[in-house]
């Protein structure tokens, strides 16, 4: 079964521009997470969808959104982009809405802004 | 909110010398939950503990969950280089919530 992925896997943007950020789950998953990882910050969760649906957001502001589509593939959006965003996003798969359930992360979108 | 401590922050250690990390919260822990993140890479999950008390082996990993389900640990024997990499602890409530991780570096 393939892996999660997701794309682009680099980018560069400048301060006040927008990006979307894509991530399509492994087969079958129906709930995708999104992290922000930062070296002084760490591993923060942003959101979380299924089916279609938001069901946890984190501490961020409001120009960081995402959606997720019916096939269960999953976009996030930064916009007005300032350069603590630079970061390695993650987006992470799992079956099922259990708690706990495993997260497979998928290898990440680094994000630089300049 | 959810807040777990996790120490070291950083250990450099031997080939085949053991290794620790320790995981901590003021409050009770639901489960906890380890990942390994490989430098350059992704998190990628080991194990999960539920019970008070419990112990899981992996090979030469052996994590633990607290009495008191307050703390929880990841203990490597005999470090090989393939063990590099920063190992997180996390706890699953609505959201999972990471520790800060420990960076293992093995010197050959």
């Known amino acids: 079964k393939a892996g999660v992925t997701q794309t682009p896997r680099y980018l560069i943007k400048t301060r006040g521009q927008q990006v979307t950020l894509s991530c399509s789950p492994i087969s079958g998953h129906r709930s995708v997470s999104w992290y922000q990882q930062t070296p002084g910050q760490g591993l923060q969760f942003l959101f979380e969808y299924f089916s279609e649906t938001q069901r946890n957001k984190g501490n961020f502001p409001g120009r960081f959104s995402g959606r997720q589509f019916s096939n269960s593939r999953s976009e996030m959006n930064v916009s007005t982009l300032e350069l603590g965003d630079s970061a390695l996003y993650l987006c992470a798969s799992s079956l099922g809405t259990g708690i706990p359930r495993t997260q497979y992360f998928g290898p990440g979108t680094r994000l630089l802004v300049l | 909110g959810q807040q777990v401590m996790q120490i070291p922050q950083y250990q450099h250690v031997q080939e085949g010398e053991d290794f620790t990390t320790y995981c901590n919260s003021s409050t009770t822990l639901s489960n906890i939950q380890w990942y390994k993140q490989r430098p350059g890479g992704h998190p990628v999950f080991l194990i999960q503990l539920v019970k008070s008390g419990e112990v899981k082996k992996q090979k030469r990993l052996t994590f633990q969950f607290g009495e008191a389900k307050k703390n929880s640990s990841l203990h490597i024997t005999a470090t090989q280089t393939t063990d590099v990499g920063t190992y997180f602890c996390?706890?699953?409530?609505?959201?999972?919530?990471f520790g800060a991780g420990t960076i293992l570096r093995v010197k050959s």
């Open positions: 996390a706890e699953y409530g609505n959201k999972l919530v």
